[in-house]
């Protein structure tokens, strides 16, 4: 029985970077890649999220994000005018370089997923299949990033690169952590749950002597 | 910690179980792992947890693999009756496990220290500058029955233990202590079924319940 529904990557004042979400049912840690799938320039509809749908009955984890989110209307549109043109214009003004941002937040957040093994499977339909190059096109911030950090008022849906954006779990910072990169602790936490390592990394609490990574239920 | 040849740092960090976690650090698969300025504490049943209840278990399963505990506090784990408390040194079979234990305190575990060939990994390591002391069962263990396990213990203290303070058991399984104390274990010095505790002649081995032991012989300084 898979679950899947929308979700909130990101949020830019009353604006949010939405997404939909497949999630395979019983996927242990770390065993296998996700997906990321990149709509047509209508937006997001049916179709996409029942491509997510089959892809996590199969056991992966499927991300459909929004990419429309920062445009004026970033809803779906129709194939028929008057959307179609209207189609054709927010593809015009899409802000390439903003975009290959969102993209490397969600597969970043993908790679933080429980059963993710650090791979990400990128693919796109007509207008999306430019952006499954976008996502190749940015390898360095998709491999993670040199320091990434965890607090206990931070929140997984962040990119954890700064105290201010930190994540609120190891898993979701290792996941935003490139190989031989440091995780460091914000402030004392607690932070919750075990969480596996299966890369290299340093782990320093350094700033927060007595932290502690007790399961706090 | 499970990733072939990676390299894992664990600096400052206080891993407190209370009771709902079997293991603080589970080392299964990596190159080296790195334990500094950390405190370990709490792995055991107080909230229903279960076994083994190990502060640290270091159990590589592929070829080489170094552990390095450094100026760290590993306290209060492990379950009465089970093989379990401070730190466990298990690697598989085939394996060589290098471990080095420098500037800290296992204090108030089930057992302290165990260095096991049960599975058929080597095992090569120091340890220095410590405190192994109040643990219920035995201090310092190392244990082998084929493969080598071999631990060298220098400037360290094991005391108040309840059961012996240095333990080795088995014809792989031996030890090499100098400038160590060794008092008011249950008993002191204990070894079977082949295993050998050799002395470099500097550690001061009394009062630990009329039952100090002896060294299996001695070694020469150089």
Redesign the interface.
């Known amino acids: 029985m898979i679950t899947s529904g929308e979700i909130v990557l990101q949020r830019d004042g009353d604006r949010e970077f939405d997404a939909y979400l497949a999630r395979p049912a019983g996927a242990g840690p770390?065993t296998r890649p996700s997906i990321i799938i990149f709509t047509e320039m209508f937006g997001m509809a049916r179709h996409n999220f029942e491509m997510a749908d089959a892809y996590a009955r199969r056991g992966f984890l499927a991300l459909v994000p929004n990419l429309f989110w920062r445009s004026p209307y970033p809803g779906e549109l129709g194939y028929d005018e008057p959307d179609r043109s209207a189609a054709f214009a927010r593809l015009a003004a899409f802000d390439v370089e903003a975009g290959g941002r969102d993209i490397v937040t969600a597969v970043k957040w993908l790679r933080g997923q429980p059963p993710n093994n650090g791979k990400v499977f990128a693919l796109g339909f007509c207008a999306g299949g430019r952006m499954a190059f976008v996502v190749a096109a940015n390898p360095a911030q998709a491999a993670g990033f040199r320091f990434t950090y965890v607090s206990n008022t931070g929140n997984d849906i962040n990119n954890c690169d700064s105290p201010a954006t930190a994540c609120a779990t190891f898993n979701t910072a290792l996941g935003q952590t490139a190989n031989?990169g440091e995780i460091d602790?914000v402030n004392t936490g607690p932070y919750g749950q075990?969480f596996?390592?299966?890369?290299?990394?340093?782990?320093?609490?350094?700033g927060?002597?007595?932290?502690?990574?007790?399961?706090s239920? | 910690?499970?990733?072939a040849g990676?390299?894992?740092?664990?600096?400052?960090?206080?891993?407190?179980?209370?009771g709902?976690?079997s293991f603080g650090i589970d080392g299964q698969n990596m190159a080296a792992l790195y334990i500094e300025?950390c405190i370990i504490t709490n792995l055991n049943t107080a909230n229903g947890g279960s076994s083994p209840f190990l502060g640290i278990k270091f159990e590589p399963s592929a070829g080489t693999s170094q552990l390095f505990v450094t100026n760290s506090i590993i306290s209060n784990n492990g379950k009465s009756g089970v093989v379990s408390g401070g730190i466990d040194i298990v690697p598989g079979s085939g394996v060589a496990a290098q471990v080095s234990i420098d500037r800290s305190q296992i204090n108030g575990n089930i057992f302290g220290i165990i260095a096991d060939g049960t599975s058929g990994g080597i095992i090569k390591g120091t340890i220095t500058d410590s405190v192994v002391s109040g643990n219920s069962q035995n201090g310092i263990t190392v244990s082998s029955a084929g493969s080598s396990v071999v631990l060298q213990v220098d400037r360290t203290t094991v005391g108040s233990n309840a059961n012996h303070g240095l333990v080795a058991g088995g014809s792989g399984a031996g030890m090499l202590v100098s400038n160590t104390n060794v008092f008011n274990n249950g008993g002191g010095l204990f070894t079977a079924g082949g295993g050998t505790l050799y002395s470099y002649g500097n550690n001061h081995v009394n009062g630990n319940n009329g039952d100090d032991g002896s060294f299996t012989g001695t070694v020469g300084q150089q």
Do not use: H
């Open positions: 770390g031989y602790c075990s596996t390592i299966t890369q290299s990394v340093t782990i320093n609490c350094a927060a002597i007595g932290g502690k990574m007790a399961r239920s | 910690v499970n990733g990676i390299v894992v740092r664990l600096r400052n960090l206080s891993i407190d179980s209370s709902f976690e300025n």
